[in-house]
């Protein structure tokens, strides 16, 4: 019998990945990402309650608003559930004004202190539940959103859930792997169903995914040139991408 010969059929330009592909590519732009940034060590605080008001601080704002706030929260003896319950809600506001939209923040931080109090101010018990039940719990405390719960379920609570942010969203935009539903929920699936289930992984992932949309894919002007996965990137191989 003569061996059929290969089909001289052309291949086809590379395009959007197919799905079943993405758990690889995902993979691939983890380890090079980590390649071109290190290490984030994410989060940046000392200890779960400075991560659990971190995630509320930096709401809407800059980590250097949140800093200074954490900062002169620190100063005050005011970083402890206990020490936010008593204070009054005016200074509260008033140590945390460098965050920006401090007097809702203060509410915020108000509401989660006084969540805390029902777990006896004990969140290291939280590292023994179900993910998405914590999550769930955390939705319904006031002021907190889906990113910050995720915040604090990732990095306060040591559990899976992967955190999008508008970061990310648009460096998923811009590889052309985009949702079908393109919702919070949407977004977070791509990864959660396509990655190992690794707290580690996704701490680190989210870390990068920020770093690059800072440092190299801007929200104007991003520089393609430099980019660590433009090959892989919808948007960056158009010939009309920037540098």
């Known amino acids: 019998m003569v061996a059929r010969p290969p089909s001289k059929r052309p291949r ?11 758990p690889a590519l995902l993979l691939d732009i983890h380890d ?7 290490p984030q060590g994410w989060w940046p605080g000392d200890g779960p309650m400075e991560t659990i008001f ?3 601080l930096v709401q809407n704002t800059s980590w250097g608003g949140a800093e200074k706030a954490l900062r002169n929260l620190k100063a005050a003896g005011a970083l ?15 140590l945390i004004r460098p965050s920006g939209y401090f007097k809702s923040k203060a509410r915020k931080l108000k509401a989660m202190a006084a969540h805390l109090a029902t777990h006896g101010d004990d969140v290291g018990r939280w590292r023994e539940r179900d993910a998405k039940e914590l999550r769930a719990e955390l939705l319904g405390v006031w002021g907190i959103g889906p990113e910050t719960a995720d915040d604090i379920v990732l990095y306060a ?7 999008m ?13 985009q949702p079908a539903k393109r919702t919070y929920e949407g977004y977070q699936a791509l990864f959660e169903a396509n990655l190992p289930v690794d707290v580690a992984l996704w701490n680190e992932y989210h870390a990068l995914l920020d770093a690059h949309a800072r440092l ?23 010939p009309d991408s920037a540098g």
């Open 12 to 22: 086809k330009p590379a395009g959007r990945p197919r799905r079943r592909d993405l």
């Open 32 to 38: 090079r990402l980590l390649a071109a940034y290190g």
């Open 216 to 238: 190299t894919c801007k929200k104007r002007a991003p520089l393609c040139g430099a980019c660590a996965v433009r090959d892989v990137c919808t948007e960056g191989r158009r």
């Open 165 to 177: 942010d508008a970061y990310t969203v648009r460096i998923v935009d811009r590889l052309g792997i």
């Open 80 to 94: 402890s559930p206990q020490a936010i319950r008593d204070m009054p809600e005016d200074e509260l506001a008033a």
């Open 157 to 163: 609570a040591h559990l899976p859930s992967f955190v």
């Open 54 to 56: 971190g995630a509320i």
